[in-house]
């Protein structure tokens, strides 16, 4: 299964892990690669971007209340997910 990815502006490439619309916004949450691919790597560094309205550009998100709203979001669906 081919795992789409993103080079971000750090000149890393993340691996999708995610795409979700708050408010009508397109979030994508990512994961380094290189630590997907690693055992030994416990907890994984998630990185939360957003899309423009058009969906055309990847932007970094404004506050970090935007953020927190993002995250939480994110964990809440992985929840559900579980349940």
């Known amino acids: 299964m081919k795992m789409q990815t993103i080079r971000l502006e750090d000149k890393e490439e993340y691996i999708v892990l995610e795409q979700l619309y708050i408010n009508e916004t397109k979030y994508v949450y990512l994961a380094l690669k290189d630590e997907l691919e690693n055992e030994d790597v416990k907890?994984?560094?998630?990185?939360i971007r957003k899309f423009d309205k058009k969906e055309k550009y990847i932007l970094s998100l404004d506050t970090k209340e935007e953020y927190k709203q993002a995250l939480e979001f994110y964990l809440n669906k992985k929840n559900e997910s579980k349940n």
Do not use: R
């Open 43 to 47: 907890i994984l560094t998630i990185v």
